[in-house]
């Protein structure tokens, strides 16, 4: 399997400059309680209005529930759905090869419409 590895610069960079900034001010100080600004926010009415095809990449060791996951590609018309095996936070370091496979195989799809 190939693994794409950005360098320890630029991940240290990504991490100082979007956790606290972003990922803290949306969703609080903790994963596991949210209590930043998009506490109460659902998104979920809005995904109808997608009109281009969309596929929903679920990693397997991640907090989100399998089922919501498969809920919202549901409410977009032409939504897919796909789980990637052994994957976490960072997909294409723990399982490129399941990851490309998805996109490719999706994208075929959707050329061949």
């Known amino acids: 399997m190939r693994q794409l590895r950005a ?3 630029d991940e240290d960079s990504s991490a100082a400059a979007f956790r606290k900034l972003v990922c803290e001010y ?4 903790s994963d596991f309680t949210s209590s930043g600004t998009l506490k109460n926010c659902d998104a979920a009415p809005w995904l109808r209005a ?3 095809p969309t596929l929903f990449i679920m990693r397997e060791f991640v907090e989100a529930t399998l089922s919501s996951a498969r809920r919202f590609s549901s409410l977009v018309p032409g939504g ?3 789980m990637i095996p052994g994957s976490g936070h960072v997909t294409h370091n723990d ?3 399941a990851l490309l496979v998805a996109v490719r195989a999706f994208h075929t799809r959707v050329e061949n419409r």
Not at 26 to 29: A, D, E, K, Y
């Open 7 to 9: 360098s320890k610069a």
């Open 26 to 29: 949306m969703r609080g100080p």
């Open 50 to 52: 997608i009109k281009i």
């Open 80 to 82: 897919e759905f796909v």
């Open 95 to 97: 399982n490129l090869e």
